[in-house]
């Protein structure tokens, strides 16, 4: 069995021993050095652009600009961005390209001898521009005084969702308390280890192709190729080993360009390859982020705790492109009323363009922002009813049979009363907390007996596994079984396989699950991964949707493999393309649809500390409980639930993100602070049950994001817990946690 | 983030790194463990032309008991002076304070010397030689000069080092059964202070040396004085912020720095009251 058995990943040794190689790793030896150049503007329209001192410059083999991209456009979800933002009108575009609506935007590709003659080269470059008035935030962006995508249409706030269920009015007119809360949400950096890399050349088949890092080859090659008018099987893109993505490897960075490069210098006859390694900056200003967003709230619940209504109203600050905005926007849609059973809502939810980074794709995707809001309505409703926070939840929860807040009735396998009672259980939650530990020597504070306040918070929620609202979701595989023909078993396999193994070890559990459904022992399983070339379409590794997905395209390539080997075919091959139940995108005046297929359920508790003189706070114990209704490996889904947990703590409380104007302040990881090992959570207990998704392979259902998304409220309410003052924006940095609490007037007394 | 280019000179002994020094006047800059200044070339913050490594220079790293006063050579690493019985039982506040340097790896190569001589009003030890009323010696080409705490540091990274002279041996007065206490408040663990503060309190007198309180590191006099007059730790530390003129940045606003000095100082005070023999 190899199923359920924590296997040594495949890529373990390589890792720890520094010989994997990441895109950056992997600069031919005779390959030239591409420089990208941001436009540095967060909204100007560009006049004219001299490169002939750059073209000029020592060591420069070409300047590609504006004019060198056959169909100047690209995005996920709509092509509203240039490739590079230039002059000259190019017909086939829907979106004016010689705006720059983002200082990242790029406006030319330096193509050299070395990194250094590229550098020294862009800096030759030189633009007229006109400047345009900035949209900063959601604030000027609903004045719709400048319009930034005039081809989208005539506002600002260029998609929006709604909610209407049952009769609001009626649902608060019978609540015995409404609680009604405006939060302000931040934005995050996906901060990888590893900063977006890629080289570009000609394959022996005259394919143009990419080798980088991503989430989706296929997407990628499907991007490059509308880009650059070529047909989707002369693109070819591989991944190297990927040193992290979280979301933000979603979207194009270097992909389309660093094509682009390999296409004109095969015109100019020059037969090298191209790479290109951003800095940490240029990552950072480059790439898109988690979106920061307002999101006002109304919860109205009668005198058992039980929900009557809930309004909401939701904007997310796209920044200036869409990315994957809409479907973002969509999760948090779906999450901002809980996973509770909810009679009565009324939910407005707006994507909204800015000039600022984008927002994008990041862990959680919109379900992070919802379920804050959800969850700290939830919580402070318990407050003010004296209800425990755990009892609160149980009276509301949806469960199997539930009509969700789209109407649809949940998919079958809702677990969520089972994971909150497990939750509860494992953290003890109505037992009093302990007396404040010590604060750890490394932990910036010794004990102050006097400053310290402690307190438990609570959280649960709900998340979507694969894509959503009609999206169409299929997963291919390719299982080859090779033997003698007089074998009643074959020996060995290999698996073909395009999803991305971008650190959460997915690989690994490809080769378990091929091992597990064709008999073959894990360690003659060899896996064939991430590129276009040789494996099929395998959709992204985001949603929470790889195990899903995967393992039910293994089991059916197995399934067909299997039949091959009965044939006495060697290699028995077997190709299957899993399309999951389908999903339907929500009626645009009422919501309702049946947008997911799967759910996997989440509850959190969370103890911390809080130093009240000085605005400290330390996380000393989270218990983290899940169903991913069947473990695959369990070192790995442990591994994803201390992982997801570190970077919502950063997210809650350290990782600040200054945007200004358009501009990133502090595109620096020694000014924007993920935490270190000295400041993440002393005890994360990783509590994982197994109530099998009926649809899922094995029973598995996806965990990757849900350890993230229910983290910040659990982290509010014991801050709360702590102090007796409610947070409703965050990060919590200290100066914030210190000017809130002697802000608030009831605690006055207390601390000052 | 890289620095500018630079020619390399290794220097033998004191003598010769002087000699150096004197050759290249204003243009170089004298290479000890490297963790303060290096940062600064990458930032382009320093660019000499010539940088003199004296880290080779071994019989400037000693820690000697010189009767009333520790006698520490410049060159002696920070996890060499955290480790040291002699600094551990008659100044153990510059003990603890040098084991919060940075990490392990930055005290394995950092040097006393270096880090005074950089005069960050960021850093942990200035504070220390403040509250403990040290002194560093200075040698130059006409000899040997000791500045006390009080002359050392005169501006933002400034320091009363002429270019023709080296830091060689800091002395710190002994306090064994001194009351003693450090503080520290950062955004995250192992990263540089917000605030800081270093305090000794032996019999009647009172030392409180602030970190990243002012452009240069600074003492907190009227905690002192009030000390010295009688007043209590909450109360004297109310002072603590007192003619200080810390920076606002994106970690902390200049009121919420005087807010943590406050606190810190106070906290200090109770500490080292408490640990007082």
Redesign the interface.
Known sequence: MSVGTPTLRQDAREKVTGAATFPADLVPKDALHAKVVFSNQPHARMRSMDTAAAAGAAGVVAVLTAADVPVNEYGLTAFDQPVLVGVGSNERVGVAVDVSRWEADHVAVVIAETPEHAAAAAALIEIDWEALPVVADLTEALRDDTILHPEVGGSNTYHTLKIRKGDVEAGFADAAVTIEQTYRLPHQEHAYLQVEAATGWIDHDGRVSVETSGQWTHEDAEQIAHALDLPLDRVRVRYATIGGAFGGKEDMSLQIVMALCAVRLRDLGINRPVHCCW?REESIIGHHKRHRGVIKARLGADRRGVITAVEAEVWLDAGAYNYTSTKVLGNAHLSVAGAYLVPNARIDSHAVYTNAVPGGAFRGFGGPQGTFVAESQMNRLAEALRIDPVEIRRRNLLEDGSEGITGAIMPKGVTLRQVVDACADVASTSEPLAAAPLFSP?????A?AAAVRRGRGFAAGYKNVGFSFGFPERCEAEIHLHGDAEDEVPVSADIFHGGAEVGQGAHEVFCQMTAEATGVPRDRVRGHFSDTATSGDSGSASASRLTWMAGNSILGAAEEAEKAWRNGERPAVGQFCFVAPPTESLNPETGEGNPNFSYGYMAQAVEVSVDV??G?IRVDRVVSTHDVGKTINPALVKGQIEGAVVQAHGYVL?E?L?VEQGRI??PRLS?Y?I?????IPEHVESVVMELADPLGPWGARGMAEMPYITYAPAVIAALHDATGVWFSEFPL???RV?ATLSDDAATDSLFF | MIPAAFDYERADNAEHALSLLAEHGDEAKLLAGGHSLIPLMKYRLAVPSVLIDIGRIGDLSYVNDGGDALHIGALTRHRDVETNELVRSEAPLLARATSSVGDPQVRHRGTIGGSLAHGDPASDLPSVLLAMRGSVIVTGPSGSRELAADEFFTGFLETAVGPDEMVTEIRIPKAPGAGWSFQKFNRRAQDWAIVGCSVLVDGDTCGVGLVNMDIRPVRASAVEAAVASGADAASAAESAAEGSDPTSDLNASAEYRQHLARVLTKRALEEAGKSSA
């Open positions: 800095s490394i932990a910036t504070l010794p102050e003189e000085t400290h350290s600040n200054v302040i502090n000014s602070l935490p270190g090992i000295g400041d940095t200290p100066s210190l």
